[in-house]
């Protein structure tokens, strides 16, 4: 790999973006390092600028807009993506790269192994292990930390990934994306450090916990929209049953229908129940193409 791009995004980083180039330029002596600045209120971009990196300035508010514009304005070989707090492992990107070229892989993604309890704080643990278990029962996933911001990818990754996100849920798009294609993955285990005492993290572990459900939902609907609308249906019809059993009991003992706005309602439920499952049917077919047509577009991309 001749062309090598370490794509950092950032904002309000200026307490640890000058540690993350420099552990780059080391680790990496060769590869052209890029920050992305997403608009910080402090020194971030001057920092990152003065410890050698390439900066450039990106507009729109939000990781996933950033990762974006990284991903369709930088040609490379071969990129490594990290986050800019100084949490990750510099060290083990050599052995990311080795791994994307020796298997043949198009995302290489590190494991975070927490060296402190205070790294990886508990509450976030369990939110990522509970997303993971999600993507297991929705994707047949493997993946064992989808939201790790440290990845190696291939070019054809990149260049041929449809980025919908905006925000922290680009990992998780990321990594659905790969299980969707089948393209090859690989995961290695690193190290994981706590913050530097002056910088703050930027994920509310609430608000971005439900946009993430909300995202993954979204890429359920768009990939798997039989299992998605087929769910949709199985509780709805357990409902309209559920609403209509007392009636139909009454009628079978009485030949009465004393409830009829019960009636009506447990009808109307049932209605939508088998509408939602064809929607399901229909859209599983369009689905399908759509996904070929991006597999066909990764398989054919060469340059």
Same mark, same amino acid.
């Given at each position: 790999?001749?062309?090598?791009?370490?794509?950092?995004?950032?904002?309000?980083?200026?307490?640890?973006?000058?540690?993350?180039?420099?552990?780059?330029?080391?680790?990496?002596?060769?590869?052209?390092?890029?920050?992305?600045?997403?608009?910080? +209120?402090?020194?971030?971009?001057?920092?990152?600028?003065?410890?050698?990196?390439?900066?450039?300035?990106?507009?729109?508010?939000?990781?996933?807009?950033?990762?974006?514009?990284?991903?369709?304005?930088?040609?490379?070989?071969?990129?490594?993506?990290?986050?800019?707090?100084?949490?990750?492992?510099?060290?083990?990107?050599?052995?990311?790269?080795?791994?994307?070229?020796?298997?043949?892989?198009?995302?290489?993604?590190?494991?975070?192994?927490?060296?402190?309890?205070?790294?990886?704080?508990?509450?976030?643990?369990?939110?990522?292990?509970?997303?993971?278990?999600?993507?297991?029962?929705?994707?047949?996933?493997?993946?064992?930390?989808?939201?790790?911001?440290?990845?190696?990818?291939?070019?054809?990754?990149?260049?041929?990934?449809?980025?919908?996100?905006?925000?922290?849920?680009?990992?998780?798009?990321?990594?659905?994306?790969?299980?969707?294609?089948?393209?090859?993955?690989? +995961?290695?285990?690193?190290?994981?450090?706590?913050?530097?005492?002056?910088?703050?993290?930027?994920?509310?572990?609430?608000?971005?916990?439900?946009?993430?459900?909300?995202?993954?939902?979204?890429?359920?609907?768009?990939?798997?929209?039989?299992?998605?609308?087929?769910?949709?249906?199985?509780?709805?019809?357990?409902?309209?049953?559920?609403?209509?059993?007392?009636?139909?009991?009454?009628?079978?003992?009485?030949?009465?229908?004393?409830?009829?706005?019960?009636?009506?309602?447990?009808?109307?439920?049932?209605?939508?129940?088998?509408?939602?499952?064809?929607?399901?049917?229909?859209?599983?077919?369009?689905?399908?193409?759509?996904?070929?047509?991006?597999?066909?577009?990764?398989?054919?991309?060469?340059?």
């Amino acid at each position: 790999m001749k062309n090598i791009a370490v794509l950092i995004p950032c904002y309000n980083e200026a307490g640890a973006v000058e540690r993350v180039v420099a552990e780059f330029k080391k680790y990496l002596p060769d590869a052209t390092i890029y920050v992305y600045d997403n608009r910080s +209120e402090d020194d971030t971009a001057e920092l990152a600028r003065k410890a050698g990196a390439t900066v450039v300035t990106a507009k729109i508010r939000g990781k996933g807009a950033v990762v974006r514009q990284m991903f369709s304005e930088i040609d490379a070989d071969a990129y490594i993506m990290v986050d800019g707090d100084a949490t990750y492992d510099a060290a083990d990107a050599p052995k990311m790269l080795a791994t994307l070229a020796e298997e043949k892989a198009d995302m290489v993604a590190a494991v975070r192994q927490a060296k402190s309890d205070a790294a990886y704080k508990i509450g976030r643990k369990f939110g990522n292990r509970m997303f993971n278990y999600m993507l297991k029962a929705l994707f047949n996933s493997s993946f064992q930390d989808i939201f790790s911001g440290y990845r190696a990818f291939s070019k054809r990754f990149v260049k041929t990934l449809p980025i919908a996100s905006v925000g922290f849920d680009i990992e998780a798009e990321l990594s659905i994306h790969a299980l969707v294609l089948g393209v090859p993955c690989v +995961e290695i285990e690193s190290k994981y450090s706590e913050r530097p005492a002056n910088t703050r993290s930027k994920l509310n572990a609430f608000k971005d916990g439900f946009k993430i459900l909300i995202s993954i939902l979204r890429l359920l609907k768009e990939t798997r929209p039989l299992l998605f609308f087929g769910a949709i249906f199985g509780a709805l019809f357990t409902l309209s049953v559920g609403i209509s059993y007392p009636i139909i009991k009454t009628f079978v003992e009485t030949g009465l229908v004393p409830r009829l706005p019960t009636a009506i309602l447990s009808t109307g439920v049932m209605i939508v129940s088998f509408l939602s499952l064809m929607c399901g049917i229909i859209l599983d077919g369009v689905s399908q193409a759509r996904i070929e047509t991006k597999r066909l577009r990764y398989l054919w991309f060469t340059s």
